[in-house]
């Protein structure tokens, strides 16, 4: 089976296409810059020919469509036609209280995700209209949606619920989602496999640091916690966003600035992070280089919040857990960032976390185990794979719709 995976941003739809026979990527890319001036395309195919073609794709629709002409495409594609392609996966940022699982895809699960768009106003609606596009190319191809909020859809009450009036719960689904949770997943099971341990024994934390970030508690295979709430603003510092503040502070400031609410959405989700407290950049990688190498004091303060707050968690979640048996690093920065992982983990010994700096040091964008010898946590690098999940977890729900039919 041949499993077209789609991540279909405001901007960009993410693309790679999996022979599921042995799970070899066929090819893959994204299209970045939709609607706006400078659109491209930019493929791998795999045997590492790359090619870059700009275009005007004025929609989802249209960037969908060049995939297609590239996957066919004598020079650069890899297979012969478009029917070659059994499936489509979807990554669907939302599924609210509903979808506790990944899901064939019918007009009633689109109508669903249509509710939702409340809920995830930045993603859900550019999901749809990959969905839709998809549909209007592929007609009937079946197509499965697979969330990132499902691993954590059985999180206990006392963790996604917030201490506001219960009603508000009931009216507007006002509780902790969390986000990132295929990556969460699949990071816990590879961690799981290098332990050679059934997931049932294990206590392992998740640390998905990218651009966003979250952290995850998983006990016995199932997110116990994250911290990634209503919204992705919510928890650890993050590139451009806050993470944790005084809710009340949002009311301090829309009186004093003056700001409209579209204003103080902008300012927590763009403004804030790395790049607003350093005002140097939202990328660690700069943000590193401006403390060792420039001696940058408001860089310095970005990395200290980023990292002591990260630590924080760490804390947080081995005490829920009740222990833990492995710290798991993961997404741009857990997988390259040495300095990072140090300084989170820094006099972690008494939680039994201890790191290798040698190993830590050269771990850079592959997997490792970074472990000291005398830690009792094991601590991995895992480069995260959320187009696989999505790849077997379409494959896996359209053999079972086939053999029902
Ligand atoms: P992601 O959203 O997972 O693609 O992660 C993107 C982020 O990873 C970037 O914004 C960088 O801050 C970070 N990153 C990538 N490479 C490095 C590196 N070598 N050191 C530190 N951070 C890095």
Not at 46 to 61: F, L, N, T
Not at 305 to 333: E, N, P
Not at 347 to 361: P, R, S, V
Not at 382 to 404: G, Q, S, W
């Amino acid at each position: 089976m041949k499993v077209l995976v789609l991540n279909c941003g405001s901007s960009s739809v993410k693309y790679q296409l999996f022979n599921m026979e042995d799970r070899f990527v066929l090819a893959k890319g994204q299209v970045d810059r939709i609607g706006m001036k400078g659109a491209v395309l930019s493929h791998t195919r795999h045997d590492d020919h790359k090619v870059k073609m700009a275009g005007e794709i004025i929609d989802h629709q249209a960037a969908i469509e060049y995939i297609l002409a590239i996957l066919i495409s004598e020079n650069h594609g890899v297979i012969e036609e478009r029917e070659e392609i059994d499936a489509v996966g979807h990554r669907v940022v939302h599924g609210g209280e509903k979808f506790k699982d990944s899901v064939l895809i019918t007009r009633d699960v689109v109508d669903n995700l249509q509710e939702f768009i409340d809920l995830a106003p930045l993603h859900n609606p550019h999901n749809i209209k990959g969905i839709r596009a998809c549909h209007q190319l592929l007609a009937d191809v079946p197509m499965v949606a697979v969330f990132d909020t499902a691993f954590h859809s059985n999180m206990p009450d006392y963790a996604y619920l917030y201490g506001l009036p219960y009603i508000l719960y009931k009216r507007y689904s006002i509780r902790r989602y969390g986000f990132h949770g295929t990556s969460h997943y699949y990071v816990s099971r590879r961690a799981r496999d290098l332990m050679e341990q059934d997931m049932e024994d294990l206590k392992i934390i998740t640390c998905h640091l990218g651009n966003g970030c979250s952290i995850t508690a998983v006990d016995g295979g199932a997110s116990i916690d994250t911290s990634m709430g209503f919204t992705p603003v919510e928890g650890l510092l993050m590139g451009t966003r806050s993470g944790d503040i005084d809710p009340a502070l949002v009311l301090h400031l829309l009186a004093k600035e003056e700001l409209s609410v579209g204003d103080m959405n902008t300012l927590l989700n763009k403004h804030s992070g790395l790049q607003g407290v350093s005002g140097v950049s939202n990328d660690m990688r700069e943000i590193i280089d401006a403390v060792e190498e420039e001696g940058n004091e408001r860089a310095r303060i970005a990395l200290d919040i980023f990292t002591y707050r990260l630590k924080k968690y760490i804390g947080a979640y081995t005490a829920t857990l009740g222990g833990l048996d492995a710290l798991v690093f993961t997404g741009g920065i857990g997988e390259n960032s040495p300095e990072v992982r140090e300084r989170s983990t820094e006099g972690l010994g008494h939680l039994g976390i201890e790191i290798d700096q040698e190993k830590n040091y050269e771990t850079m964008g592959v997997e490792g185990d970074i472990t000291s010898e005398d830690a009792r946590v094991n601590t991995y690098v895992i480069p995260t794979n959320e187009e696989l999940v999505i790849a077997i977890d379409t494959e896996k729900i359209v053999k079972e719709e086939t053999e029902l039919a």
